[in-house]
């Protein structure tokens, strides 16, 4: 059983310290990643800080044209957000696309960020795991490897990241605003927020240990007339991308002025890559296009014993994405 104190803050200096006041500390707002760790067995905080009364909740407009979204504000107060819907369909579709409604009710934007992967030895605290206990192995890589990545892993763990909010994040190119201690803020690109595992692959992100998230920052540019969520999974609903797609698209006719693509499922992180996108820019939107972005996008993916079926799924997914993006009445991605 964990034996755990809990304390409630109230401003957000006031939380960074009572977390700081312990090494083990952990903040809680949703709870709804946070409590299943804390059912298997996988963490141990000594104190629970809970931050759900912090005044986090405000989506607002920014003077740069974009929007920012409070740390608390919950998923699905997100995804029903005019605005959201309105500007960055993408977004609103990959959140909808995530868990189960009562789970998009609780579970708030920061918390999305700093979800842990669903790799099952991850959640079996009886075998080793690298990500849970540093140094003890990676039972996934001759083990069980269907879900596990195919882009960006390491022989330390090749465990992917389970968020779809967070691939429409990084296609959006979202900013991430974290306050520290002594009343110090800073902000992260989406895209240099989570890690590769490499030899560390128990820290996820690059959030230090005394930072909690405020805010996400949108830019201007929301892709409302061209863009798709794209996911693939083992069953309708209520479960994590096999692979998945966020495609934003800026088109002059059928030539490509601007497209962001983003994949999950994949990797430790949301996987892009801005070189690979660079070369779309200014070619016409047809099949061969995207199947040589698709193979530029995944040079380097390697398969493991049970996931080789990902590298051929992924490159179909870019293409639908990229089909349905185009479709400027898209309504539904293929699931
Ligand atoms: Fe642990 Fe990562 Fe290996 Fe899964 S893939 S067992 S999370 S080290």
């Not at 990643?33 to 989506?59: F, G, K, Q, S, Y």
């Not at 696309?97 to 009710?105: K, L, P, T, V, Y």
Request: aromatic share 6%.
């Amino acid at each position: 059983m964990n034996r755990f104190s809990y304390t409630r803050a109230t401003a957000v200096p006031q939380a960074i310290d009572q977390h700081r006041a312990n090494a083990t500390a952990a903040f809680i707002a949703g709870g709804t990643n946070l409590v299943d760790l804390l059912r298997e067995d996988v963490t141990h905080p000594a104190v629970l800080v809970d931050i759900n009364r912090l005044p986090l909740r405000r989506i607002e407009a920014t003077d740069a044209g974009g929007l920012k979204i409070g740390a608390l504000v919950t998923n699905s107060a997100l995804a029903y957000d005019d605005t959201v819907a309105a500007r960055y369909p993408l977004l609103a579709k990959a959140i909808l696309a995530g868990a189960s409604a009562q789970i998009r009710n609780v579970a708030t934007v920061g918390g999305n960020l700093l979800q842990r992967t669903r790799c099952h030895y991850f959640y079996d605290a009886g075998t080793p795991c690298n990500k849970r206990e540093p140094g003890t192995g990676c039972p996934a890589l001759a083990g069980v490897n269907r879900i596990h990545a195919i882009l960006g892993a390491s022989e330390q763990c090749i465990a992917v990241h389970p968020s779809d909010m967070c691939v429409a994040l990084a296609a959006l190119d979202a900013t991430v605003h974290v306050a520290g201690s002594g009343n110090g803020t800073r902000t992260l690109p989406f895209a240099d927020f989570h890690r590769l595992p490499g030899d560390t692959p128990h820290i996820d992100s690059n959030l230090r240990d005394d930072e909690l998230i405020t805010a996400i920052e949108l830019p201007e540019e929301g892709f409302a007339a061209h863009h798709a969520y794209v996911k693939v999974r083992d069953r309708a609903s209520y479960a994590f991308a096999l692979v998945s797609a966020a495609v934003g698209l800026e088109l002059d006719g059928d030539t490509i002025v601007n497209a962001h693509c983003a994949l999950g499922g994949v990797a430790h992180k949301p996987w892009r890559d801005p070189e690979a996108e660079a070369v779309l820019r200014g070619k016409r939107l047809e099949a061969a296009v995207v199947r040589d972005f698709a193979a530029m996008l995944l040079r380097g993916a390697q398969a493991r014993r049970d996931n080789a079926f990902k590298i051929e799924l992924a490159a179909r997914v870019i293409a639908r994405a990229f089909e349905l993006a185009a479709q400027r009445s898209f309504e539904e991605a293929a699931s």
